[in-house]
């Protein structure tokens, strides 16, 4: 199979990471807006613009699926991206929302979802997971992370602050955390610091590769994934973060 | 005289600010690139490029003169945005030196930018001030001031902590601090307790007026200046923090 990612940035890399973990695909063209990142706190309108604009590029190649690896851009345009790509496309929002059932057998379950502005003020996550009988919800828009994230800090006084700032009003820990954004795996660690290790972490790269062992027959596995990359600025630069994140040669 | 503000966001309006309290103008144009902001983690070419479309929506008025408020616009396509223009271009970079000129009688005052990645990376600070005689410059890329302000953050512990994340190595207070991005004059009273009272702060708005003071004769006063806002992405958005920050009715 050869498929597209599409993300705002650098972000949606983490879920490529757990897809080449998992040897699923034969060819990967991942794309990034990074002339116009980040989506998270842009408006519904412009976010379906760019994700539709995402499509037409991804026209250039015979694709067989589109993973939409933007929280955002799924919480927004999934629906009038669908209309305008020739193959099937597929998001990280409904893929959380599935990973929440498989793990989450109890619906009063307590989840709390963290995001960007756009992202939480769509209530993507909100409405399937009511949806699927799930009540017992909350939802931050922790927007800082991504510019932490993006300046590389992980941990240390600023993140401990940052959760200050965003939880001080959480009592008690969840029992599962969406990270609604594909920036916020690379403080996993600290946040399950944070909430402790009864919270489980649902982490986009994960959930859209259990959604998509679900949804296709896999039989074979691909050890050596061929990666395309491009941007809309600088693709060098999104090239040398993927060589860091994804451990490339 | 009718000018133009042009600034990646909301930012310049910090800079409009100070236009109206000096009553210069009787008219001002404000275009933020709301849809594409911020333009601080971006690259030269693709800040270029957006700084030749912004003098490109200019052209549908008949203006006197074009203000780039924005200090990475300023720092990397100012030469290119004249270039396309009809009218004179004056950037916030080039008040901002001035201003250290006119404040700063001692060649060795120790001045520290700050700025988003990009300008402080486009070092026209640095040259500019250098060109000037000063040699004992410092430059910090400061970026998270801008998603905190963003969030409404202006003063409290995640300040504090962003304080001490980007000047733990500054022995010394400057004398004189440049706010090398309009996003800073916001959080301008935290810095300046940081840093004491004797270090002078420069700001984009103030050393744009002194500017444009001493370059053209203002004989008149203009009580009401008629203004007009225009957005990439969501003007309403920017009308209203436009009337909250200028305090319009």
Known sequence: MKIGV???????????????????????????????????????????????????????????LIIVACNTVSAYAL????????CPVIGVVEAG???????????????????????????????GLCDLGYTNLDAKATGLFV???????FSGELID?????????????????????????????ELQKYFGQDTKLIHSGEAIVEHLQKQFNFTKKHPKTILKFFASENPEA???VAHNWLNLK
Not at 79 to 86: D, G, N, W
Not at 112 to 125: E, V
Not at 162 to 186: E, M, Q, V, W
């Open 6 to 64: 599409f993300d705002s940035g650098i972000g949606g890399l983490t879920v490529v990471k757990s897809m080449l973990e998992h040897k699923l695909f034969e060819e990967i063209i991942y794309y990034g807006d990074t002339a116009r990142v980040p989506y998270g706190t842009k408006d519904k309108n412009t976010i379906i613009r760019y994700g539709i604009e995402a499509i037409e590029f991804f026209k250039n190649f015979e694709l067989d």
């Open 79 to 86: 629906e009038e991206m669908r209309e305008s790509a020739q």
């Open 97 to 127: 929302i599935l990973a929440c059932k498989n793990s989450l057998e109890d619906k009063d379950s307590n989840i709390l979802i963290l995001g960007t502005k756009a992202t939480i003020k769509s209530k993507a996550y909100e409405i």
């Open 147 to 153: 510019p932490l994230v993006e300046e590389d800090i």
């Open 161 to 189: 602050a940052s959760f200050r700032h965003y939880f001080s009003d959480i009592k008690n820990s969840p029992n599962a955390l969406i990270l609604g954004c594909t920036h916020f795996p690379l403080i996993e660690d």
């Open 238 to 240: 999104l090239k040398s």
